[in-house]
């Protein structure tokens, strides 16, 4: 007996088995699940449920006044401090949070359109909420452009104290840049040079040059220093002074009997111009003073 056409028959019903299995995987939920998770994440449907778009909306601060870019602890953060009275603490949130104000914004606009155009000026706010403000604070509030870029940013207000920036800037801004100061530790500004010197606006010690530390000394100073180092030299100019001595070995060791080296400062400028940051911390001081004369 020829075995050719039985195993032809066992071969053909093999086959079909198999054809039927995979006919069954492939109509499968679960076949129909794992394809569904192979589609990369943009061909996937995209489904954006309307609970999750946020839109900006205005909360209302008190009567009759509306704030913007703040949410609900926001505005509760504010009125603490419009009910402390705290200028500079009023001025610092606005600063850190740019919130807008929707009446008061509507009619500094009105009085800047009205002074471009010479027109006569009409009163849109309760006169009450200017009455804390000087003719001079009235004028800046009016004249300074809101579009306009804002210096004092969330970087620089953290590298001048945080929520001290105004009494740190007004340091920095009073004092020298790029010349060496002595600040001994019972120094009342001791602790602002300490926290500008961590953040980089100013030097310490060792980090500034030995001819910019030198020029700490008086003119007599630097000459005896001369006698004493047996430089046979006559110095009209500290600073000659201070950079001929520095290349001298043992002109370190004779400055730091007269000063200890940790007392010694530098302030670095910045890149942002000093009289525009102050501009606009007067405008934002402005402003806050509308804020601390609401009734809340």
């Known amino acids: 007996m020829n075995p050719v056409p039985l195993l032809i028959v066992l071969g053909t019903i093999l ?4 054809v039927q299995r995979w006919l069954i995987h492939v109509g499968s939920p679960r076949s129909k699940n794992l394809h569904k998770e ?9 489904q954006t449920p309307a609970a999750t778009q946020s839109h900006q909306h205005n909360l209302k601060l008190t009567e009759g006044l509306s704030v913007t870019r703040l949410d609900e602890r926001g505005v509760d953060s504010l009125k603490v401090l419009i009910g402390k009275k705290d200028i500079n603490a009023t001025a610092t949130f606005l ?6 104000f929707v009446e008061i914004d509507a009619y500094l606009a009105q009085q800047r359109e009205q002074k471009e155009n010479e027109a006569s000026p009409s009163q849109t706010l309760p006169a009450k909420l200017l009455e804390p403000l000087t003719k001079t604070e009235r004028k800046l509030l009016v004249e300074f452009n809101p579009k306009s870029t804002r210096l004092i940013s969330r970087d620089l207000m953290s590298r001048f104290g945080g929520h001290d920036f105004s009494v740190y800037f007004s340091h920095y801004a009073a004092r020298p840049q790029a010349v060496t100061l002595h600040i001994p530790p019972f120094d009342p500004d001791r ?41 046979d030299k006559k110095f009209t100019r500290k600073q000659v002074a201070a950079e001929t001595l520095a290349s ?27 009289a525009l940051v102050k501009h606009e911390w007067s405008y934002l001081q402005a402003y806050a003073k509308i804020l601390n004369g609401l009734r809340l």
């Open 15 to 18: 086959a079909l088995l198999a």
């Open 38 to 46: 192979n589609i990369p994440p943009d061909k996937a449907p995209s």
């Open 95 to 100: 600063a850190f949070n740019r919130p807008g």
């Open 191 to 231: 602790k602002i040079m300490e926290d500008l010197a961590k953040s980089r606006i100013a030097r310490k010690g060792r980090h500034i040059p030995l001819s910019a530390r030198l020029t700490v000394l008086k003119m007599s100073q630097l000459r005896q220093m001369a006698k004493d180092l047996n430089l």
């Open 248 to 274: 001298v070995p043992g002109a370190a060791v004779l400055l730091s009997m007269q000063y200890v080296i940790d007392d010694l400062f530098m302030l670095m400028p910045i890149k942002e111009d000093i």
